[in-house]
């Protein structure tokens, strides 16, 4: 059963026996034209309904509406463990915090990066959790090898920014489209109950400081100041994560994991009837106590699953090690770098991770200076760390330059031989400018081009070349059954109108050559992502293009969202699900098979 998250007065508690909390979101800012009612949801442990849920008796909620239908809290809901003094400190802080930090932060101009107005308006506000809906209109054929679950995570707030904030604040939410035997579909979506969120909803407020959208300047300073008071005084508890599990997803060893980089990741349960079931925050058996990046590598030949940790705070800085297909964790090797640093995506090959240190770093003092502790360091040169997947130390990593990169994302490495026979580091990503484009507004241009990277372990020479030009191209992957391995193909999102994405590209890596597949005028969608149509070995002499892509796509005209599947080979769609309410754009997602789901840790 799900924690209990809810806006109900005493009198209505007998009711939760029977239905779910009101688990809901605040659209504050130029949402869709059409929202999802306002429905108590089912329990999860119980079974879901297959079409929409009956009205069930009208509960009144201890919030006011306001126009589109919104929630607003109508006094502060503080939890009843609470003794006197943790009260009237409680209200001695929401007094600090309204009509000092707030009045002062309503002067202050957002810049647009952190302005909720453009952050999370029209498709980027967020939406309520969706029970499960079966029988979904489908259009076309669904493919046979697609038997199981598209999931894909994203940023849902569920409570509306005092101040600034920025797309990756918001509280992680998974949508899941089933697909099952006979061209049935079936679609939910929910909240991934963090420690964070669970406290947040008890309240019925933000009480956690967003990283990126608040913590700039001495208002900053002054946000963070406000949340130690808090914590301090036993009022919220962050010693159980104040992550938001809103990034990347990823199934390892039977679980389905979310991830962001502040926290370590959450277990998710994919029931029987395609709901989705928070299980808790996941420590890998008590063999971690860090967060994890959000792209961790799951070898597909050895079965185990590669990351980074990264620290901001102190040094090591940064630390990588790996869990083997049976879960069991390596030792940690430290990764030495001279400052904290930005590490979004990395590499594997064959035999050796890949580590950028690039120019995007955190200095905290900068905070006291009045700016933000996301950093574009310009005097700083990017470079690669290229180490054994088998050093138990990390002596014997190698640093290797390669000047104006900054790569967010990394789709695969390999190696390869050079003509005199040195070992060469291949590397394609997308490589992004300004650097800083995510966090800054900038008069420059926003590209994001598809570049390779070569790097000669001996020489230690590094060449970049563009393979895609005058194409933004973020956001994708290649076959999962070959990373690591030498690829052929890449699939990516066409991210323009920046930020969102009006299709996908298909692009050739030995040739150049881009295939397109456009949605549509006023339709956009987010990352695709390649589902093979069979298992493959990775050396095998087959057709590395041979499965199905699929993705999230919203008609901003027609108000109808709808998931495509796209054949790899040609590029043409071969089926569309039509979703039973709004989708907004995301983040990253991955494909659960029926055999995979068969396994799951329970």
Known sequence: MQPSLHFFTPKHQS???????????????????????????????????????????????????????????????????????????????????????????????????????????????????????????VVGRIPACLRGVYVRNGANPMFAPSGGHHLFDGDGMIHAVSLGLGNKASYSCRYTRTSRLVQEARFGRCMFPKPIGELHGHLGLARLGLYMARAGLGLVDGSHGTGVANAGL???????????????????????????????????????????????KLDPVTGDLHTLNY?????????????????????????????ATMIHDFAITENFVVIPDHQMVFKLSEMIRGGSPVVYNKNKTSRFGVLQQNDVVGSGIQWINVPNCFCFHLWNAWEEISDTGDKIIVVIGSCMNPPDSIFNESKDTFRSEL????????????????????????????????????????????????????????????????????????????????????????????????????????????????????????????????????????????????EELRRQVI
Not at 531 to 558: A, F, H, S, W
């Open 15 to 137: 009711l939760l026996q029977t239905q779910s909390p009101l688990f809901t979101c605040k659209f504050i800012v130029n949402p869709a034209k059409k929202t999802v009612p306002r429905n108590p949801l089912p329990l999860l442990s119980s079974p879901a309904p297959s079409r929409s849920p009956p009205h069930p008796e009208v509960v009144e909620p201890m919030v006011q509406r306001e126009r589109n239908n919104v929630l607003v809290p109508q006094h502060p809901n503080y939890p009843v463990h609470l003794n006197r003094f943790q009260k009237l400190a409680a209200v001695a802080l929401d007094k600090i915090e309204t009509s000092v930090i707030m009045r002062l932060e309503k002067n202050h101009v957002l810049p647009k990066m952190v302005d909720p107005e453009v952050q999370i308006s029209g498709n980027f506000a967020p939406v309520e959790e969706c029970p499960v809906h079966h029988g979904l209109e």
């Open 250 to 296: 990823v199934y390892f060893n039977g679980r389905l994991l979310a991830m962001s980089e502040d926290d370590l990741p959450y277990h998710v349960k994919i029931t029987g009837d395609g709901d989705l079931e928070t299980i808790g925050r996941f420590n890998f058996s008590d063999q971690i106590d860090c967060p994890l990046i959000a792209h961790p």
């Open 311 to 339: 620290n901001v705070l102190k040094k090591p800085y940064l630390k990588y090690f790996r869990f083997d297909k049976f879960g069991r964790k390596s030792g940690d090797l430290h990764v030495d770098i001279d400052q």
């Open 451 to 594: 570049s390779e990277i070569r790097m000669n372990i001996r020489t230690r020479q590094s060449t970049q070349r563009v393979i895609v030009s005058g194409m933004n191209l973020e956001a994708g992957q290649v076959n999962g059954q070959y990373l690591g391995q030498k690829t052929r193909f890449v699939y990516l999102a066409i991210a323009d109108p920046w930020p969102k994405c009006s299709g996908m590209a298909k692009v050739d890596l030995q040739t150049g050559k881009v295939t397109k597949f456009m949605y549509g005028t006023w339709r956009y969608g987010g990352e695709p992502f390649f589902v093979p149509d069979k298992k493959q070995t990775c050396n095998r002499n087959g057709n590395e293009d041979e499965g199905y892509i699929m993705g999230l796509v919203r008609d901003e005209k027609k108000e109808m969202s709808e998931m495509v599947i796209v054949k790899g080979s040609s590029m043409e769609q071969v089926a569309a699900i039509r979703l039973p309410s709004r989708v907004p754009y995301g983040f990253h997602g991955t494909f659960i098979s029926q």
